[in-house]
């Protein structure tokens, strides 16, 4: 059994229904606008599968996607990041080198590979599933995206990472604007502090989370 209402919207959960009903006696909005508000708290608040038609039964666990960063090539075929199948070892390329989606989050991990220290970026985005872009922290691919990062002012509009390749395997990062296809532009800096410029494009990530929770604002990643 579905609701609907003036709004247009037909949704199989009563909480939503009340919600909708809710807005449309407390608040001034017309029914278009409240239509359009509507399907973005939907789907930015994560209400997206409350509202459609969950699939139950059995399933893959919901893990993040890894790409890891690496130009390669297999079976006569080049690419610029990967998946990596740990249950077989293998490695499975990923042809597209663009990915869009919301950047949630900056991680630094450290590990050790053959007795030395390796710290990797994890960039986390948030598209279709939950993506983690992860590289070396003094790759040119790591340093590229980390200056672009650093220029972008408003996270909440989804960003295009892209993979370009350069001479002798050397794998850099554009950043786009979604909406508009047009590159982040930052001057080259060999000698930035990353880990400052991870640190302040992180608190800018939370600080923009946490102002739109106090003010209810549809946060949009």
């Known amino acids: ?7 247009g919207i037909s949704c199989r959960c009563p909480f939503v229904y009340i919600l909708i009903i809710f807005l449309q006696l407390n608040t001034n909005l017309k029914p278009i606008d409240l239509t359009e508000y509507l399907k973005k708290l939907i789907f930015h608040k994560g209400m997206y599968n409350m509202v459609t038609e969950m699939k139950l039964g059995l399933c893959n666990p919901p893990e993040p996607i ?7 090539e297999l079976n006569g075929e080049s690419y610029l990041w990967y998946n990596y199948d740990i249950n077989n070892d293998q490695t499975i390329p990923v042809h597209k080198t663009g990915l869009t989606g919301y950047i ?6 450290s590990g050790e590979f053959k007795g030395n220290v390796n710290n990797k970026l994890h960039i986390v985005v948030r598209a279709d599933e939950i993506y983690v872009v ?14 672009a990062a650093s220029c972008v002012q408003d996270f909440s509009k989804p960003l295009i990472i892209a993979a370009i390749a350069g001479k002798e395997n050397v794998v850099f990062c554009n ?10 532009r930052s001057e080259w800096n060999r000698d930035a502090d990353w880990l400052a410029i991870i640190d302040s494009v992180q608190s800018r990530l939370q600080t923009f989370k946490n102002s739109h929770i106090v003010s209810g604002e549809p946060i949009l990643f």
């Open 66 to 72: 890894y790409l890891h960063v690496k130009s390669g």
């Open 104 to 109: 949630s989050e900056l991680k630094l991990k």
């Open 175 to 184: 950043l786009y604007d979604a909406a508009t296809k047009t590159r982040i």
């Open 134 to 147: 992860r590289t070396g922290i003094e790759t040119n691919f790591a340093k590229t995206f980390l200056l």
């Open 1 to 7: 059994m579905g609701f609907s209402c003036m709004t």
